[in-house]
């Protein structure tokens, strides 16, 4: 079942890229394992090169500036739209499985 929390964000449509962008305070917290991967999903390698030798603040710089440009941006195209759209896993609404049958008002009654 749904969190609470995922269904009112589902319903009142809140999309946390209006709110949110990655920035230092987020990014300095990964693992570089984990930034590598970010720098993979958002097709951002281009601002690196090769990550051999990059240091984790330089790569959570690198991408902290890119990701604040990208913020002020109304329309992005080509290599930009990935890092544009991206959210940690945990803030995508909805995170229903869409093969999971709908929730009716009864089992919302339930959970409130």
């Not at 009112?8 to 987020?26: G, K, N, Q, V």
């Not at 803030?91 to 049958?101: L, N, R």
Request: glycine share 4%; aromatic share 8%.
């Amino acid at each position: 079942m749904p969190s609470l929390f995922n269904l009112l964000a589902t319903d009142l449509e809140i999309d946390m890229r209006d709110y949110w962008t990655p920035d230092e305070y987020f990014l300095a917290r990964l693992k570089a394992e984990n930034i590598a991967k970010i720098i993979a999903k958002t097709n951002t390698n281009h601002l690196f090169g090769s990550l051999i030798g990059f240091k984790k603040k330089d790569m959570v710089s690198i991408l902290v500036k890119h990701f604040k440009k990208l913020s002020g941006q109304d329309i992005c195209e080509g290599k930009d739209i990935d890092a544009k759209n991206w959210l940690p896993e945990g803030m995508h609404f909805p995170a229903i499985d869409p093969d999971e049958p709908p929730i009716d008002d009864a089992e919302l009654d339930k959970v409130a």
